[in-house]
């Protein structure tokens, strides 16, 4: 990698660490603020999970479930009902004293066991006389619609979207705090309504719809529908008005009445009916805080019809719906996947008496807001200053704050506040943060990969990039074998050259002098102008260093041998005339050393210091008064004593007061062995050389 492109490259760093934390933030808020399907699915979860963890307490209300369960089909006979059934299911509990009664049942079509209906069922010829009679029968429908008419009915409708021709009467009247709530609250095209005679008969008429989410969890009831201009309430909030005796509905939306909000027109904020004030979201809907089952006593039909003791229900709401396999009406909330559609009705009928709401107030989304972007501008500051620690512990402070007050407000006040988007936010923002600075530390260790590459060899960088904890920070001793290589004569050979062709000349000559002490294990010190100092054992450990440090001088001699023919017959056979050959001065020493990272804080090297190094210097300066190519210390020969090496002297080196032994190295093992009278001679020459034995 060029050096422009690791700038440019250590810029695009730079960049993403601000820009991308940045763009998370940016995005989490546009989420938090658009509130898409997917946001507000995966928040209605974590309330899933509370009201799990949490749900309703059950506490006395005067909510009933009247239920056509199997028992009852049993007795009375397969579904549905003729209507003088229900007429006196009706006035038994209108006799136990029941303040409403809503069915959960659409009476959509005439009854079909009416006399009247039955007859014009028959295929075979009907006598005068039979007809006579059956319009003398009383008709079931009216028989209902009577009933009706003498007790708090509340009949069902329901809102659908296929086109359907029927209509409903409203019973009650509707009063409207701030704008209209026509424009907030869930619409349909069409409607079933119950038959007339009987709507005009009823106390009350309210819908049977849900509303589920997107996953088919119901938890929210819409208290409020329309069809066209006209709105219907829940049927559970009618039955509540008829129980009241109440006759109007009072709507508050965002802005009427002094209620505040965080901008106009932001939809509805309370139903009131009677004495009972109800929160909604913006489109009406009461958030279902849903109790485990059975939240409501449950009555079975057959026990009405048999009769109930007078006053037994005094004052109680009413809903009368099945749970008979094959009728029931299955819904799934947060507690329940498969729960009877009429226990929702007596549910929140339930909340409503009992005050117990669930509310997600319109400041909510604010605070959210506030709280993901203040998060998010924390972890912002501080990710690129206190590193990734630190911030995984802020970051799981503010996700722990988050989910906690969020369940805290559930528990304690029954407020729903979104942890999830805050603490995703934190969590996308860190996680980034971190792999950017993972990207940052793996091009950072490619950089070093990369300079190591140039002092030592591949296989040594590769060990340390596995094993980083051997690449000790600091200086520390120990055993050294250092490598001084000069070149002779270069101040002749400078003098010829100009500063381009002198450049030149030295990195023909250096590199392939770095390759070969590189593939011995060496590691490069720095170069001093034609001068490489090497070192051996350090920064990993190699037990036989100094074998090695000589092998790769005894390497850089012979290929210098085979360098300075290749210029001559390059220069030859241009007909140029032949260079000055080219030799060089090689000291190897062996002792005790301090290596590490030498310098200051501002710029240091991995350098190694101690008087073995500059007695390696020495020796390479010597070599040329002993008139050899390679000289070597004690401890190296003594070292590498299987190499041809032959003692030279004990000399006492200039800055040095003690003596040194030195020694020639010649070649290796094999050198050794062909010319193994050698040793002994010399030797005997040495013998005679300190005893003054001239002759």
């Known amino acids: 990698m060029t050096r422009l492109s690791r700038s440019g490259l250590a810029a695009l760093m730079r960049r993403l660490s601000a820009g991308l934390p940045a763009g998370l933030l940016i995005l989490a808020a546009v989420l938090q603020t658009a509130n898409p399907p997917e946001v507000e699915l995966a928040r209605a979860r974590v309330f899933d999970a509370f009201q799990r963890a949490h749900p309703r307490p059950a506490m006395p209300a005067l909510v009933r479930v009247v239920d056509i369960d199997e028992e009852s089909l049993r007795r009375v006979g397969q579904w549905p009902w003729p209507r003088v059934h229900i007429a006196a299911l009706v006035q038994q509990l209108q006799a136990a004293g029941a303040a409403a009664i809503a069915f959960d049942v659409l009476f959509a079509e005439p009854d079909r066991t009416s006399p009247q209906q039955l007859l014009s069922l028959w295929s075979a010829p009907q006598s005068a006389a039979l007809r006579e009679l059956a319009a003398t029968l009383p008709d079931h429908d009216a028989l209902l619609a ?304 990369t300079a190591f590459s140039r002092y030592m060899s591949p296989a040594l960088v590769d060990r340390l990039a596995r094993h980083p904890e051997l690449l000790r920070l600091g200086g520390e001793m120990k055993p050294m074998t250092l490598l001084f290589a000069d070149i002779r004569g270069f101040t002749t050979i400078a003098e010829q050259l100009d500063a381009q062709a002198l450049t030149q000349f030295l990195n023909r000559f250096l590199t392939p002098m770095t390759e070969l002490i590189l593939a011995r294990g060496g590691a490069i010190d720095k170069y001093i102008g034609d001068c490489v100092m090497a070192f051996w054992n350090a920064p990993l450990d190699d037990p036989d260093h100094a074998r090695h440090a000589c092998d790769a001088a005894l390497a850089m001699r012979a290929y210098l041998v085979r360098w300075n023919r290749q210029q001559q017959e390059a220069l030859r056979a241009a007909g140029a005339a032949p260079p000055i050959p080219v030799h060089i001065g090689i000291g190897v020493n062996t002792g005790e050393c301090c290596v590490g990272n030498m310098g200051s804080e501002q710029r240091f090297n991995y350098s190694v210091l101690g008087d073995p190094v500059n007695l390696a210097s020495r020796l390479e300066s010597l070599s040329k008064v002993y008139g050899t190519d390679i000289l070597v210390g004690e401890q190296t020969a003594s070292a590498a004593s299987a190499l041809a090496l032959l003692e030279l002297d004990v000399v006492t080196v200039k800055g040095k007061t003690r003596p040194v032994r030195v020694s020639a190295l010649l070649g290796d093992e094999f050198l050794r062995r062909a010319h193994a009278a050698l040793w002994p001679a010399q030797a005997a020459w040495l013998e005679a050389y300190r005893a003054r034995a001239w002759d």
Not at 189 to 203: G, H, I, M, R
Not at 271 to 293: E, F, K, N
Not at 330 to 344: F, I
């Open 146 to 449: 009577e009933a009706l008419a003498l007790a708090p009915v509340v009949l069902g409708l329901a809102l659908v979207q296929e086109p359907h021709e029927d209509t409903a009467r409203v019973k009650a009247g509707f009063a409207f705090s701030g704008a209209s709530p026509l424009d907030f609250v869930p619409s349909w095209p069409s409607l079933v309504a119950p038959l007339d005679t009987l709507q005009t008969a009823a106390a009350g008429i309210g819908h049977i719809n849900p509303l589920p989410d997107a996953d088919g969890i119901i938890r929210r009831v819409p208290l409020l529908v329309r069809q066209g201009d006209t709105l219907y309430p829940a049927l559970a909030l009618e039955a509540l008005r008829v129980a009241q005796g109440a006759s109007t509905y009072v709507v508050k939306t965002a802005g009427g009445s002094g209620e505040r909000s965080f901008g106009a027109q932001t939809g509805l904020v309370e139903v009131r009916v009677g004495r009972y004030r109800i929160p909604t979201d913006s489109a009406g809907c009461l958030w279902m805080y849903y109790a485990r089952s059975p939240a409501a006593p449950v009555l079975a039909a057959w026990r009405v019809l048999e009769g109930l003791p007078a006053g037994s229900l005094q004052g109680e709401i009413l809903f009368v719906g099945t749970s008979a396999a094959g009728l029931k009406d299955l819904r799934a909330t947060p507690l329940e996947a498969a729960a009877a559609g009429v226990d929702l009705h007596a549910q929140a009928a339930q909340q409503i008496l009992t005050g117990t709401f669930l509310r997600r107030p319109d400041w909510a989304q604010g605070a959210e807001l506030c709280y993901l972007v203040g998060l998010g501008l924390v972890l912002f500051l501080l990710l690129p200053r206190v590193g990734a620690l630190w911030c995984a512990g802020i970051a799981a402070l503010a996700i722990a704050a988050a989910g906690g007050g969020s369940w805290w407000a559930f528990v304690r006040w029954q407020l729903l506040l979104d942890p999830i988007l805050p603490s995703l936010a934190a969590l996308a923002m860190y996680f980034a943060a971190s792999l950017l600075g993972y990207l940052r530390a793996e091009a950072r260790q490619r950089e070093i990969r």
